[in-house]
């Protein structure tokens, strides 16, 4: 299995249910087309089980649905307003945007603003940093893949600690998005 390990997704299953089959399933070569680089597969894996949706009525994991160029403009364009070449604040934007080299790559947003990033350094996307940008300007970055990531979450075992403290729920499930 490509980007997830069986027991990955043994407990993500046990956490969030069984990945909806139903869920809409877009092509991902848009979105790499337009980022000109590959997306993690732990990423890529979850969304295309998954779908694109929200965690807990918190986190919204974006994904493509029908895999059009103009979808990946819409689900990747700039953040924030940043633009390429624009001049950056360091002490308030610390990592630069893609495509700059090393720049951030949005996968998630929360209901309170904030933003979800993976670090894209290295050639390896496998291997990219998670940060997490809170609505009250701070930053959290860590290491490991996106499954990791989302599986240390929802256990509790390492997130930032700015987040909401009801997040995720106990029993935490996953709404994706439907194709009607």
């Not at 590959?38 to 994991?61: A, I, N």
């Not at 929360?110 to 009250?136: C, E, H, M, N």
Request: aromatic share 16%; with cysteine.
């Amino acid at each position: 299995m490509t980007g997830m390990t069986e027991a990955e997704l043994d407990r993500l299953s046990a956490l969030l249910g069984p990945p909806d089959r139903q869920s809409p399933q877009g092509s991902w070569d848009a979105a790499e087309s337009y980022l000109g680089v590959r997306l993690p597969s732990g990423y890529r894996t979850f969304v295309d089980r998954w779908g694109p949706g929200t965690l807990d009525g918190f986190l919204t994991v974006f994904g493509p649905v029908d895999g059009t160029p103009e979808e990946a403009r819409a689900l990747w364009g700039p953040w924030y307003g940043w633009r390429p070449g624009q001049e950056r604040n360091p002490d308030f934007d610390p990592f630069p945007y893609h495509p700059e080299p090393g720049g951030l790559i949005g996968w998630g947003a929360d209901k309170y603003g904030g933003a979800w990033f993976f670090l894209a350094q290295g050639p390896d996307p496998d291997r990219w940093p998670i940060a997490v940008f809170s609505d009250t300007g701070q930053w959290y970055a860590t290491r490991g893949s996106f499954p990791e990531f989302l599986l240390r979450c929802l256990e509790r075992r390492d997130y930032p600690l700015f987040l909401d403290i009801t997040w995720p729920h106990p029993q935490p499930r996953y709404r994706p998005y439907r194709a009607d």
